[in-house]
């Protein structure tokens, strides 16, 4: 089992749709939980950060961490034509050394 | 600020050929990172550093090298280049008082 799941998608929806992501992790020492979001041929760069387990909430956009479950979920509201990038979510033990989920790659259209 | 620079853009490398990566950060950040993506995949920690003079091995270290003789640069050496090398090369900095890494624009290798 890898370290950490995502689903690469492709993921379409219509301008407005409310947009769930997900990971599976397997690690149950992961206390670093975070969501990268990379535009085409950019370095990613950090959208969401949430330590431990709980909601955090950024305008349009709400992580979730449940350890539990080992799974966590970023939902963006009111989705744009913008939000259009690969998501990535990240985790780490310690917050330094960082595993990377494959990314879901999504799309809005208006 | 110019944040991480990475040079070059794009390099195409003959199998067996050596080349270095450059990373560099203006932000006086502690922390740099190496990561390789593949397409279609995440990205995967080559090597990190946490201060001048120190490094430690990611995920995926054999076949490459590094050095980190100054606070703001983390050169990436590939010596002999193999075809399993083509990926891109993303440079990553953070202050180490906060979790948010901030990546450099990247570098497309092609080793043929």
């Known amino acids: 089992q890898k370290e950490v799941e995502q689903d690469p998608g492709p993921l379409s929806v219509p301008e407005g749709a409310i947009v769930s992501l997900n990971c599976t992790y397997s690690?149950?020492?992961?206390?670093?939980f975070m969501w990268y979001r990379q535009y085409s041929r950019k370095g990613p760069e950090l959208l969401m950060y949430t330590y431990s387990s709980g909601n955090k909430e950024d305008g349009r956009f709400t992580a979730q961490v449940d350890k539990s479950s080992k799974y966590i979920s970023l939902f963006i509201r009111d989705s744009q034509p913008s939000d259009s990038a690969t998501y990535l979510c990240?985790?780490?033990?310690?917050?330094?050394?960082?595993?990377f989920g494959k990314g879901t790659t999504l799309s809005v259209s208006s | 600020n110019a944040g991480v620079t990475q040079t070059p853009k794009f390099r195409i490398l003959k199998i067996g050929q050596s080349m270095t990566l450059q990373c560099a950060q203006d932000m006086n950040h502690n922390y740099m990172y190496w990561y390789r993506q593949d397409p279609g995949m995440g990205l995967k920690l080559i090597y990190y550093s946490v201060g001048a003079g120190i490094t430690d091995k990611g995920e995926v270290p054999n076949g490459y090298n590094v050095s980190r003789s100054t606070t703001e640069d983390f050169p990436l050496r590939l010596e002999l280049a193999a075809p399993s090398q083509t990926s891109v090369y993303f440079c990553a900095s953070n202050p180490g008082t906060s979790y948010e890494q901030y990546f450099g624009p990247g570098t497309r290798l092609t080793v043929t």
């Open positions: 690690n149950s020492a992961f206390q670093y």
């Open positions: 990240a985790m780490s033990e310690t917050g330094t050394a960082l595993i």
